[in-house]
């Protein structure tokens, strides 16, 4: 397990805010940005909310109040705590017409993060004077989360396979700077006018579900940094969120030591086939790895053993990463309603309602060809591999550089991206021998995280 350590500005906890884990007891029930508790389709309906246009803008229907009459604090008193209560979907202040009443910006260290790092940052919120009649402004507790999910690009289906949210506390939970009284029963307080500045630092846990960034024609696999606060008037009406996101990578934590441990039993694939006008023996071609795991813009070794059983002279030996890439797109009609969700008001995907389209590409390619043999007075020839004669057995080992962008995604609810490693043997004017070896692609700096 790695053990993170803080950056040396953390250390000065009287000049920095601390952040700890939300915990059940500090939901409000009033509706928030993203609920852990609700089905894949209502989270992604939220998501969809909260990112807006192309231009990061919102849409005037992300202002409706779809929990108004639940809008007082007496009214939700009245409701019931039990787990199968509707969440009310929740306002959003820069959706809103006119002025928004608080800004929030985020301002990150780094865009880069491993699991077991820190996020840190700074929480910018601005609090504009209030002009209504509801009484004061009211802040919650901030929020730092972070959100990973996929996304078919051309009808923008998304699907949340990771969140992880926090609450910032001020150092021994004195007030932060936006805040000029003490919490009142729902934990909001009296906001300050102005500018303030918040500092945080998130540590990410391991092993919580991250796959790293992935970018395709029709597809996408991203990570947003979203901070947020509620607000509401001091009557408890006019309820909303103000929020703010950022993009970041964020990529799994691996043991080298295991990731790149060889296996027990290496990775092999055989196969067979005869030559044109090569009579009637066959060429035998046994590929194996001596691991799964690869490292992205390092070297992938393969050792070969070609059986050459015909009349031909194999001449050539190809290496090929092929790239197959499988998007899974829902189609509800195919639902066979076996399954509800716990709100009747809201809309069930079932996983397996969907159709599949696989795409397999080429990314790069390692042609060796022939050699020279030695001849009668030189003392050395082109190329290292002479091929393979006829009625002759060779083992040779060979490697390719991997392209330092690829990354293997497991299967989530959308895409799904795998490689594959694809040798090929043959002779002129005959196809080629050919066997495909599975490979899993990490990130370097999943291995080797920043400090």
């Not at 007496?74 to 608080?102: D, H």
């Not at 190809?318 to 009609?333: A, G, H, N, S």
Request: glycine share 8%.
């Amino acid at each position: 397990m790695r053990q993170a350590s803080a950056p040396a500005g953390l250390h000065k906890l009287e000049d920095e805010t601390t952040v700890r884990r939300q915990n059940a007891t500090q939901l409000d029930r009033h509706g928030t940005l993203i609920s852990s508790a609700s089905n894949p389709a209502r989270r992604s309906k939220d998501l969809n909310r909260l990112l807006g246009n192309h231009s990061g803008k919102l849409s005037s229907s992300a202002s409706s109040d779809a929990g108004s009459s639940l809008s007082s604090a007496s009214a939700m008193s009245k409701r019931s705590n039990t787990s199968n209560s509707i969440m009310p979907q929740a306002v959003l202040e820069q959706g809103k017409s006119g002025k928004s009443r608080v800004d929030v910006d985020l301002i990150l260290e780094s865009e880069l993060v491993v699991e077991g790092g820190m996020l840190t940052g700074r929480l910018e919120v601005k609090v504009r004077k209030n002009n209504t009649k509801d009484g004061h402004l009211m802040l919650s507790q901030p929020k730092v989360r972070v959100v990973g999910f996929e996304e078919l690009v051309n009808d923008d289906t998304r699907h949340i396979f990771y969140h992880y949210a926090t609450v910032i506390d001020g150092y021994n939970r004195q007030p932060l700077a936006c805040f000029a009284s003490q919490p009142d029963s729902e934990g909001y307080s009296v906001a300050k006018e102005g500018q303030h500045s918040i500092p945080f630092a998130l540590e990410l846990p391991v092993g919580k579900g991250a796959k790293g960034t992935y970018r395709g024609k029709h597809a996408v696999v991203r990570y947003i940094v979203i901070g947020s606060v509620k607000l509401k008037s001091e009557n408890g009406s006019n309820r909303s969120i103000a929020h703010f996101y950022r993009h970041i990578d964020l990529y799994p934590y691996l043991n080298p030591a295991i990731v790149l441990a060889g296996s027990g039993k290496p990775v092999q694939a055989r196969g067979s086939k005869g030559l044109f006008l090569g009579g009637s023996g066959k060429v035998h071609l046994i590929a194996s790895l001596h691991r799964s795991s690869w490292v992205a813009g390092q070297r992938l070794y393969v050792h070969l053993r070609i059986d050459n059983e015909t009349s031909k002279r194999v001449k050539s030996l190809t290496m090929t990463l092929i790239r197959t890439v499988i998007l899974y797109r829902p189609r509800p009609e195919f639902d066979m309603a076996l399954s509800a969700p716990d709100d009747p008001s809201e809309t069930y995907i079932d996983p397996d309602a969907c159709t599949t389209s696989t795409s397999r590409k080429k990314i790069c390619e390692d042609v060796l060809e022939m050699g020279q043999k030695g001849a009668k007075g030189t003392v050395t020839a082109r190329g290292w591999w002479t091929g393979v004669e006829a009625g002759e057995a060779v083992e040779l080992s060979h490697n390719m550089k991997l392209p330092v962008d690829a990354l293997t995604i497991t299967r989530g609810r959308h895409v799904e991206v795998s490689y594959s490693l694809k040798i090929s043997v043959g002779s002129s004017l005959s196809s080629d021998v050919s066997v495909e070896l599975p490979v899993r692609i990490v990130n370097f700096v999943s291995l080797d995280p920043p400090p």
